[in-house]
């Protein structure tokens, strides 16, 4: 029985201008050369971001890592919009093509259908620079939505740690202003909200400690 397998991968650091594409050479089956180097970026990163990944790409890839006699990449942290998209908000569609277009940030680049995939199976360059586009626009697409929803994402990469200094912990920013205080149990803490992603979040100490009060029956 025939197997599916990857054809191609795209992917970018997140800020900056250098988009990454690989393709198999091959006219059936993954090239080992293109899955280990995409087994490298992950093994690079620290967190992954995706759009479906949990469900889709990464099982994709991790089969292939295993069928390629590759161990698992490093651990990395995998944020996927998708599983945002449907926790937070509700649009008509969950869809990269239906999000992008609600919030402006542009859309889909249009193709033939599975045909496009069926043609860059037979190695139709064409069909490949076509493949090429489609990539490279999802990987756009999908930073572009990541900054849009930056501010709604509960488990972004704190940059305060990352960074090593007091700002925003979702953009790094150091551009932020006092917004009242956030109360829990445990005390009192000072809350912000950054000027240039605005997202809020509050400061790692407490001002005053609540006071536990015991009694014995």
């Known amino acids: 029985m025939d197997t599916s397998y990857i054809l191609c991968w795209s992917a970018k650091w997140l800020g900056s201008d250098d988009i990454m594409f690989e393709r198999t050479w091959k006219r059936k089956g993954s090239s080992k050369a293109m899955i280990q180097r995409i087994h490298g970026l992950l093994s690079e990163a620290d967190c992954v971001v995706t759009f479906n990944g949990v469900k889709f790409d990464l099982p994709v890839l991790n089969r ?13 942290q995998n944020l996927d919009l998708l599983k945002v998209a449907r926790s937070r908000f509700r649009f008509a569609s969950n869809k990269l093509q239906h ?52 501010p709604w994402l509960k488990n972004a990469p704190n940059q305060s740690v990352i960074l090593g200094r007091e700002t925003c912990p979702h953009c790094g920013s150091q551009q932020y202003q006092g917004r009242g205080y956030s109360y829990t149990q445990a005390g009192k803490y000072r809350r912000y909200q950054c000027t240039k992603c605005h997202s809020w979040f509050r400061s790692s100490t407490a001002e005053t400690r609540g006071q536990k009060r015991m009694v014995s029956l």
């Not at 292939?64 to 990395?76: D, R, S, V």
């Not at 037979?122 to 990541?146: F, P, R």
């Open 99 to 150: 999000l992008s277009t609600e919030l402006g940030l542009g859309t889909k680049t249009p193709h033939e259908g599975f045909m496009l995939w069926i043609k860059c199976m037979d190695l139709d360059k064409e069909a490949w620079d076509s493949m090429t586009t489609y990539n490279k626009q999802d990987v756009l697409l999908l930073e572009k939505l990541y900054y849009r929803l930056l």
């Open 64 to 76: 292939e890592f295993i069928m390629h006699g590759l161990n698992q990449p490093a651990p990395f």
